[in-house]
């Protein structure tokens, strides 16, 4: 609900109906936001990474490796609990291991998420990602300890995000999971298996809970 909403500060309110203290407080806003588009600008740069059209970032961000990033056009990034009621354990982190690709679709919104790509994550459009989510295509360690101690045979495997998803706070999807389109993953959810499009699913692990049929066949303009 917040993270992609639009609500960073008013600073896409219309100035004519504002009124002086309004103003102000837009003006402000929009150069806080200023003060980490500079700094991930930067990095961008240095990554060779193509800077999104209109990417709004809010807070203090964390991009690592040397992998590949895509974002779509209006994607928004939060990383202050001000700008994101739910409340925000910690900064936006998103990390693409060389070799990997991490794909985040058209108006994306995300608020203290942790995106861990070793291999492939892919984000649909008009995906909201709630408060304190994580996304992992890798276990990070494996089962078997001489593995773990030597760091090898780590689980790895890409994760599909469908479509107008919608990822509920404090969420963690796991290696290999497809979530298809318009899907709703409840709060507190792990994900680690697939999840059919048009479903509501919840839980530890995460199961589908019931069906969402779309209201309208329409096409909805963002
Ligand atoms: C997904 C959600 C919107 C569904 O709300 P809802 O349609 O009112 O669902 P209900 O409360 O009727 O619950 C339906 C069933 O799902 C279960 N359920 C709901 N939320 C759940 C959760 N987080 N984990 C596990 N099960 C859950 C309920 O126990 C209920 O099960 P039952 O039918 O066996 O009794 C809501 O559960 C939720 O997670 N809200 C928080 C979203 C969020 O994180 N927003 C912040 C974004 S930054």
């Known amino acids: ?48 990474w193509a800077w999104p059209k209109q990417l709004k970032i809010l807070g203090p961000i964390v991009l690592r490796g040397h992998g590949t990033l895509v974002l779509g056009t209006r994607v928004k990034i939060v990383s202050l609990s001000r700008y994101n009621p739910a409340g925000v354990n910690h900064p936006t982190v998103l990390t693409v291991l060389k070799g990997a690709r991490m794909t985040i679709g058209d108006r994306v919104g995300m608020s203290g998420a942790a995106i861990f790509c070793a291999t492939g994550i892919k984000i649909g459009n008009d995906v909201q990602i709630g408060a304190n989510v994580s996304i992992f295509d890798t276990d990070f360690h494996a089962l078997d300890y001489v593995d773990r101690r030597l760091d090898r045979h780590t689980p790895t495997a890409p994760v599909h995000i469908g479509d107008d998803v919608w990822i509920g706070a404090n969420s963690i999807v796991l290696k290999g999971v497809t979530i298809g389109e318009r899907a709703v993953i409840a709060a507190g959810s792990v994900v680690t298996s697939n999840i059919p499009a048009n479903t509501l699913a919840g839980g530890v692990p995460s199961k589908v809970i019931r069906s969402l049929s779309p209201t309208t066949q329409e096409h909805v303009e963002p």
Do not use: C, D, H
């Not at 103003?23 to 806003?29: D, E, K, P, S």
């Not at 600008?41 to 990554?47: E, I, M």
């Open 1 to 48: 609900m917040f993270a992609g909403t639009n609500e960073g500060g008013g600073i896409s309110r219309s100035m004519g109906n504002m009124s002086l203290k309004q103003r102000v407080i837009a003006g402000l806003n929009s150069v806080a936001v200023l003060r980490w588009q500079v700094p991930a600008r930067l990095v961008f740069a240095l990554q060779g």
